[in-house]
C-alpha cells in the first residue's frame, strides 16, 4: 500500500512541476510556484512518514536491567515510571513468569549471551505403586564441564548415575518405587572427574514424587445378549483382576449370572447407589429391557458412579433421547471400519480394523475425552466430579485378539478404564501451573471441582518441628478461569510438601535456591516467550533516532496553509 502512495506522490509532483514550466509568467514566478508545488507533495508524504525529530519522552529509550536482582529493580521504579516504560533490555537470564505477567505491555530484549548451565526436567511427579519412575535431564545451554548425576531413593540408596556432557546432553534415570505416600528422592550433582583428581564437591537436590496404592475397580457388565465383544471383554477383566459381575440375558426370564476376583454376588438394586460396583458397562440394546424404575435409579447413578455404554447399530431411538436429556446428545451417521491403533502400540504389523455402530456425537465440549481414528470418534467420553458417562462406539475389538494383537487389545480398554474412573474417589483432577513451585513466589492451582466462590483450603503438612504453624490452613486468592476449572492464587510461605483440602492431592515446594539450572532455562524460556508476544517497535531505531516522531496534526495544518497559499495565489492570477 505505501508503495502506491508513494508512486502517487511522485506522479504528482512530477505533474505539477510540469505544469509550472508551462505557466506563461516570469521565470521567479515559475520557480516560487515549483518550489511551493515540492513542498505540498513532500509534506503529504511525510504526512504518512512522520519523522522522529521531537526529544524523545522518558521511558522510550531501552531501559537496562540485570536480571538477578529484577523484582529489586523493578520495585525501584514509581508507578508513573514503570507505566511510561516502553522498552526494556535484560541482562542475564531472564526474568520469572511472575514479574513478567505482572509487568505493564513493555517490549522486552533479552540477552543473547548464554553462558550460564541452564537444564530442563521432566518426571512423573504421581505415580501408582509399582509404576518405573523415570527422570530425563537435558541440556539447554551452557558449556560447562561435565557432570555426574546420580539419584538416590527415599533411604539413600544411589538407584542409577549417568554423566550430562556435552556428548550426552540428555540422560535418564530410572527407579521403581517400593513404597505408597509423598516421597523424596534425591538427585546428587558432581563434576564428573578422573581417579587422580581430588574429590569433588558434590551438591543435593530434591526430586517428589507422590506415589498412590492401586485400588481394582469393582465392575458390572450388563448385557443384552451373549456375543463374541461382551465374552473378550469378560475374559479380559478376569485377567485384569478386577472385581467383576457379568450379567447376560440369554431369554426374557433367563439371565445369566457371573462373579470372579473375589466378589460376592449381588442379586438385585444393580442400579443403586448403594451398589459396590465403581463402573457399570451397559449395552445400549439393553434399553427397551429395563424398567421403568431402572430408567430412574440411571439418573440417579450417573451422579454418583461412572457408566460406560457399549453402543450398537440397532439402538432403541428412546436410548438417543436419554442420551441428549443428558447433555450427550448422538447422532446418526454411516457404520464405518476404521483403523485405531492406541497409545504406546509398539507393533509394526496392521492392526484389523474395527467396525463402528451408525451413531457420532452431536457435539462434544471442549473438555470432552475423545479417542478418534480416520476422523471417527471410537469413544467418548465427559468425566465430572465424582462420575463420568462414556460411549464406546465399535463393537468387534476382539478380532485383535483372534488375530495375535492381545496387548493392543489390552491396552485400549485400559485407556478407556482409564478416562472412565479418573474421578474415582471424590474430588475432580487438579492441576499446579507452576512447573516448579518455590516458596514465597505464586502459585496457581485450578480444578473442575474448585467453586468459583468458596476457595480450597491448602495445609502444610512438613514443616520445621519447632514451628507451632505445622499443618495450618493458607490463604488463596481466586485468580479466575481457566480450561481446568477454577483456578486461585496462594503464596506457600516455606518449602515443603503441601496438601489440597481433606483429598490425595498433595504438592513440593522447592526452596528458593533449588535447581539453579532449572531455574536458568525456565526464565530463559519464558522471557523469550514473554518477548514474542509483547507489544511495542520491532527494534530501537525508530527511538534511538531522535526520538518521537511529528505529531501528524501539525503536519497537516501546515499543509493546509501551503494548500491557502495555492489557492490565493491561483486567484490572484485568474483575476
Known sequence: MLFWFNLLCIAGLLASVLFTLRHKTTLTGRIGHGLLQTAIWGLLWVLAHPPT??????????????????????????????????????????????????????????????????WSLQWQRDLTLGSPLELTITRTDGSAAPSKITLEDPFG?????????????????RDRPKLAGTLEYRVQIEPATTAEESPPSARSEILPVSVHTTRRPAVLLWLARPGFESAALSRWLRQSGSPTQVLTRLAPELVRRQTFNDLEPVESKFLGTDSPFDLLILDSRLWPQLSAQDRQQLAVVAGKKSLLWLLHADTDKAFLEYAAADGMQLAKSDALEVTYRPSGSSSEADIPAIQLADLQPAAAAATDTRLTADEQVVYWARTRPQQSVGFVFFHNSYRWQTAGFDSEFSRLWADIFFTQLSALGGMAPITLQQSLPMEKERLTLCSTGFSANSAPTVHTTTTPADDASTGSVLPML???????????????????????????????????????????????????????????????????GGGNPLPRSWIALLLLLLLGATWLRERRTLR
Not at 523493578?74 to 515510571?81: C, D, I, K, S, V
Not at 542409577?160 to 535418564?172: G, K, N, R
Not at 483456578?487 to 483440602?501: I, L
Request: glycine share 8%; charged share 20%.
Open 478 to 544: 481466586a485468580a479466575g478461569m481457566a480450561a481446568t476449572g477454577n483456578c486461585f492464587n496462594y503464596w506457600p510461605k516455606r518449602s515443603g510438601w503441601h496438601q489440597v483440602g481433606d483429598g490425595d492431592f498433595a504438592f513440593y515446594v522447592f526452596p528458593r535456591q533449588s535447581w539453579p539450572e532449572w531455574q536458568t532455562h525456565l526464565r530463559r524460556k519464558d522471557t523469550a516467550q514473554m518477548a514474542a508476544a509483547r507489544l511495542g517497535p520491532a527494534d530501537t531505531s525508530q527511538s534511538s
Open 53 to 118: 525529530l521531537l526529544p524523545a519522552e522518558v521511558g522510550s529509550q531501552p531501559v537496562s536491567l540485570n536480571s538477578a536482582d529484577g523484582a529489586a529493580a523493578l520495585a525501584g521504579f514509581t508507578p508513573t515510571e514503570l507505566s511510561r516504560l516502553r522498552a526494556l533490555q535484560l541482562d542475564g537470564d531472564g526474568l520469572s513468569r511472575d514479574l513478567l505477567r505482572d509487568m505493564p505491555p513493555v517490549r522486552l530484549y533479552p540477552d543473547e549471551q548464554r553462558h550460564a548451565e541452564a
Open 157 to 173: 540408596n544411589a538407584v542409577d548415575t549417568a554423566v550430562l556432557s556435552a556428548d550426552s546432553p540428555q540422560i535418564s534415570l
